[in-house]
Nanobody
Framework: QVQLVESGGGLVQPGGSLRLSCAAS????????MSWYRQAPGKERELVAS???????NYADSVKGRFTISRDNAKNTVYLQMSSLKPEDTAVYYC?????????WGQGTQVTVSS
């Protein structure tokens, strides 16, 4: 079965960096697009970044120039490198893929940006 497991979240000061990882299993990772979403308290879940199977990327305007999504097909892992973090980046970050017309989500990892 499809499984997505995020890691790498934590507490970081404004201006700092974090790298999130999402380890995937149960499907042919290299054949599917992957995405990162986030959900802040009291807000709707929003798309942060996505990467196609060919490596094409797309970013939310709020993170362009600060976040980078990448994938390692040999490791079945997608990454989100986050730099110049701001307090408004505080959220639970989720990894997502769509396989067979169904969306699969990880359990999420908390990112808190605070001094």
């Amino acid at each position: 079965q499809v499984q997505l497991v995020e890691s790498g979240g934590g507490l970081v000061q404004p201006g700092g960096s974090l790298r999130l990882s999402c380890a995937a299993s149960g499907f042919t990772f290299s054949s599917y697009a992957m995405s990162w979403y986030r959900q802040a308290p009291g807000k709707e879940r929003e798309l942060v970044a996505s990467i196609t199977r060919a490596g094409g990327t797309n970013y939310a305007d709020s993170v362009k120039g600060r976040f980078t999504i990448s994938r390692d097909n040999a490791k079945n892992t997608v990454y989100l490198q986050m730099s110049s973090l701001k307090p408004e980046d505080t959220a639970v970050y989720y990894c997502k893929t769509r396989v067979g017309f169904r969306d699969y989500w990880g359990q999420g990892t908390q990112v808190t940006v605070s001094s």
